[in-house]
């Protein structure tokens, strides 16, 4: 009898954990789309921009995490689109880099984006997409609350979000991406 209780609570517990699983997966739920302007001038659509590819979203919007957002360049340009690395030849994701302008730091907008025109490397800049105004809805629908944090979000082809992570930069959650992209 004891056996065969435990082994029924076994089953309610796997299938319990199977489905807080599935639930944390759908709870990603679709990336929103949003416009911005690149440092030329041009405006782009995300996560549409990718036509038909993945895509890693790295976005901000704090001035703590702006210099923490910029720590994601070089690692995530070098293995994702440079192809640097033993299976990054084998992923086909579009990288944009979105430093979001809100409150006060509306005024930087301008200045910055000046700045990348006249020093960025052109292939960099180029995936750099300026946002201004508050985005709430945005931030809301994304779960951004830590204005301190970047958030790296990978996007898949039907704009559905299949991984995301948060904060500074490191080995491990590049990893982590690139298995996100490896998986699908």
Not at 28 to 40: I, K, L, M, N, Y
Request: glycine residues 10%; contains cysteine; aromatic residues 10%.
């Amino acid at each position: 009898m004891t056996f065969v209780a435990f082994r029924g609570l076994s089953g309610l517990f796997i299938g319990m954990l199977l489905f807080g699983i599935a639930s944390a997966v759908k709870a990603q739920g679709t990336f929103p789309a949003v416009s911005g302007e690149r440092s030329d001038g041009t405006m782009v659509e995300l996560p549409k921009a990718s036509a038909g590819r993945y895509a890693i979203i790295c976005m901000a919007y704090g001035q703590k995490a702006g210099p923490l957002l910029e720590e994601w360049y070089g690692p995530a340009y070098l293995r994702f689109i440079a192809k640097h690395g033993l299976f990054a030849a084998e992923i086909d994701a579009d990288v944009y880099f979105v430093p979001l302008f809100v409150g006060l730091n509306k005024a930087g907008y301008g200045p910055t984006m000046k700045k990348l025109r006249e020093e960025g490397d052109p292939d960099v800049a180029k995936r750099v997409v300026f946002l201004k105004g508050d985005h709430d809805g945005l931030r809301e629908a994304l779960d951004m609350k830590d204005k301190e944090s970047p958030y790296v979000f990978v996007v898949d082809p039907q704009g559905r979000i299949v991984h995301r992570t948060q904060g500074a930069y490191s080995d491990d959650k590049l990893d982590a991406i690139e298995e996100a992209l490896s998986a699908e």
